[in-house]
């Protein structure tokens, strides 16, 4: 029975109490004192004190009260004379930054700058007469005067200015000959044949025929002439050819107008010459007509009947007549 009973949870409180423990006296004294010491009250000192009623602060007072206490606390510091005390704490505050605009001046480029100031070993390219002519045709937007600015300056240039580049040239200032002339070769070399021509034809250069035709010799010619620009010998001047060519345009005008102008005065000749044969015939077709007209009243009076008129043919003159006046007046307004 007591063996179930235990199972069940159901034992007697005889079965079920622990054995109390038999301390000694000394121990149950140093027990008894501790717990007075934890049910005594907590007495904090001043400071303690000072931060628990900071973190819990006292309700505020009303705004209009707090303005006035304040106004009157700043009127009396300052008829005192006192300077404001500065508080400061443990943390560090940090200083605001504010981004101020600055305009940049300009920076002014070395006269060395893309070689467009060095004064190379020949003349400038406005200075060669051919060259100057087939320049100013060139629009400054034109692929093939950003190509020569890319060749000279190593730079596509300004538009407005690119023109004025170009003129400005002199030649090449090499600071190390060698790869600094491999690298215009090579250049040279990567450009096709129309613009590769029209480079030469820009210079004032041959464009040569058989081996001086080659690539090779053609970039070899340009290079020559950059390295040291002046003008190429026994080429013509192409301004005395525009002028030569010009005036030859404007005698061929002035003959072509002239025989124009003999060609309409022969035809106005003969139409004057035809249009006074005309007249004369008519007059004389005029008097013919009155000479008849007397003939048939003389024969009306000796017979004493009348004649008919053809009416029909003197309608057709009448509107011949008409006609030949239209034509006259067509050809005098022409």
Do not use: W
Not at 252 to 260: G, L, M, P, Y
Request: aromatic letters at 4%; glycine letters at 4%; a neutral charge.
């Amino acid at each position: 029975n007591v063996s179930s009973l235990a199972m069940d949870g159901d034992a007697p409180a005889t079965m079920m109490a622990a054995p109390t423990e038999t301390r000694p006296p000394a121990e149950q004294q140093q027990q008894q004192q501790q717990v007075a010491v934890d049910d005594a009250p907590v007495v904090m000192a001043e400071g303690e004190k000072a931060e628990e009623n900071h973190s819990h602060p006292k309700p505020k007072e009303s705004s209009v009260g707090s303005k006035t206490s304040i106004a009157k606390e700043l009127k009396s510091f300052n008829a005192e004379g006192n300077e404001p005390a500065v508080k400061t704490g443990k943390r560090e505050r940090r200083k605001t930054e504010f981004l101020a605009a600055t305009l940049a001046s300009p920076k002014k480029k070395d006269d060395g700058d893309d070689g467009k100031k060095k004064q190379g070993k020949g003349v400038k390219l406005r200075e060669i007469e051919n060259v100057r002519f087939a320049l100013d045709k060139v629009k400054r937007d034109d692929d093939i005067l950003v190509l020569l600015h890319r060749l000279l300056y190593k730079t596509p240039g300004k538009e407005q200015s690119r023109k004025r580049d170009v003129l400005d040239f002199s030649g090449f200032v090499y600071e190390d000959e060698t790869k600094d002339r491999e690298k215009k070769v090579v250049f040279l070399e990567k450009v096709f044949q129309k613009p590769r021509l029209q480079i030469m034809d820009i210079f004032d250069l041959p464009r040569g025929s058989g081996a001086d035709g080659a690539k090779e010799a053609q970039v070899e010619r340009i290079l020559k002439f950059l390295e040291k620009p002046c003008a190429t010998e026994g080429r013509p001047s192409k301004v005395e050819l525009k002028e030569k060519k010009k005036a030859k345009t404007t005698t061929k005008r002035k003959r072509a107008s002239a025989k124009k102008k003999k060609v309409a005065d022969t035809k106005k000749a003969a139409s004057t010459k035809a249009s006074n044969e005309v007249s004369k015939l008519k007059k004389q077709n005029a008097d013919l007509k009155k000479k008849l007209e007397a003939a048939l009243q003389e024969i009306e009076k000796l017979t004493g009947e009348k004649v008919e008129r053809d009416v029909e043919e003197e309608k057709e003159e009448d509107d011949d007549e008409d006609v030949e006046e239209e034509e006259e007046e067509e050809e005098e307004e022409e």
